[in-house]
């Protein structure tokens, strides 16, 4: 919580000034290597220590591991350096969302974009239903409209890009505006990545990531986090996790932070197969519509309908059809997933029925490229 290395250190202040050292000063790549490790003491490990305890000898930093716990605690600082603010961890992206929702007062205005990621648009959905909260939906790439919902709101709530129509919100306008109106802004910054984009130093409020996906990096875990420069925030934060019961497990959080070492490279190399392979997508006579924001490892296609099925027949049958791209959720890893995201009862309808997504992983390009085009062939006929 306070952004303390490892938490190792029986000097904890220690920690915190050598943890700032990671933060604004050195590139992300640097960070996203160094943030999050115990102090270099002769004689000290590399890495944080797999903490596996519930309760701590009383009268120290740690107590309980709901509050708090060490290897979250590591898990947090390199967060926290890479987004710039205070990162606190939960057991999911969702419970990360559902922290920040309940700091809301009853009633409070949300402008929220019309294709949020499913799980926090049906969670909001579901306040407006019970009448916590009112709903001000808007395409988040219409910074017009943005701007004219902010009025009187409590939160704006961005994803950019979004998942997944890949809509790239005019994130210093809309905070601009969201911020004159007196609103908090949070953006979903989990398909740009603290690679690409740092939210909190365009004047958002609060940054949260799904670190299942590009952070952790290698689909083998579920966790989530926020991040902010508002100390009296992140304090209300931690609360919400200790309260609402969200807090991740030490050997996640150590496999996350594991990950995070590479997140630049994975970034940079999924992201050069996503250009080179979304150029050719423009040019398959399979594929009526490519969605792909300029940068990011996140694209969308929508598929042309086959001769007897419907374009979400086709779609199916494109990701049943691929050998190195893997049929599954989810997005972010080092493997190359597709599905088609309608096949999710809950998927916004904004979402067409035969659209794919596509999540770059790092492989070789050729190889993604090759299979690719030969399953929308094989599908599209
Ligand atoms: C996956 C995802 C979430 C939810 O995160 P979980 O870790 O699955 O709970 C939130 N936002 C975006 C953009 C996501 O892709």
């Known amino acids: 919580m306070t952004g303390a290395v490892g ?16 933060d604004g000063d050195w590139d992300v790549e640097t960070v996203a290597v160094h943030a999050g490790r115990p102090d270099r003491d002769p004689g000290a490990p590399l890495n944080p220590p797999i903490v596996a305890a519930s309760s701590f000898h009383a009268e120290g930093r740690y107590e309980y591991a709901r509050e708090e716990s060490p290897t979250t605690s590591a898990l947090e600082a390199a967060v926290g350096a890479l987004e ?47 009448g916590s909260i009112v709903l001000r939906i808007v395409d988040a790439d219409d910074t017009t409209a943005v701007t004219a919902a902010v009025d009187g709101a409590s939160l704006l709530w961005l994803e950019s890009p979004t998942n997944p129509l890949l809509q790239v919100a005019d994130l210093p306008a809309c905070i601009a505006a969201a911020r004159a109106a007196g609103a908090r802004v949070l953006v979903d910054n989990t398909f740009a990545t603290p690679v690409r984009q740092n939210p909190l130093l365009l004047g958002a409020d609060v940054v949260m990531h799904s670190v299942t996906k590009s952070l952790a990096g290698h689909s083998d875990l579920v966790l989530g986090a926020l991040v902010t420069a508002d100390d009296t925030l992140a ?19 150590y496999l996350a932070l594991r990950g995070i070492r590479t997140l630049a490279l994975r970034v940079d190399r999924a992201e050069a197969s996503a250009m080179t392979i979304t150029d050719r997508l423009r040019e398959h006579p399979s594929v009526t519509r490519v969605r792909y924001p300029g940068f990011g490892t996140i694209a969308a296609i929508e598929v042309a309908a086959g001769a007897d099925g419907s374009a979400a ?31 999710w009862p809950a ?9 794919v997504r596509l999540s770059f992983g790092i492989e070789a390009a050729e190889d993604l490229w090759r299979d690719l085009d030969r399953a929308l062939r094989v599908a599209v006929c």
């Open 235 to 253: 304090e209300s934060l931690v609360a919400r996790r200790v309260l609402m019961g969200a807090a991740p497990g030490a050997l996640d959080c």
């Open 347 to 355: 998927e916004v309808v904004a979402v067409p029925e035969g659209l």
């Open 84 to 130: 710039h603010g205070t990162g606190v961890a939960f057991a999911s992206g969702m419970a990360a969302a559902n922290a920040m929702l309940d700091l809301l007062p009853p009633g409070a205005v949300v402008v929220a974009p019309s294709a949020a990621y499913t799980g926090v648009a049906s969670r909001l959905r579901e306040l407006e239903t019970r």
């Open 7 to 22: 938490g190792l250190s029986a000097d904890d202040d220690a920690g915190d000034d050598r943890d700032g050292a990671w």
């Open 313 to 343: 027949d086709t779609a199916d049958a494109v990701c049943r059809a691929t050998r190195v791209w893997t049929y599954a959720t989810s997005l972010g890893g080092v493997e190359s997933l597709l599905e088609r995201r309608r096949r």
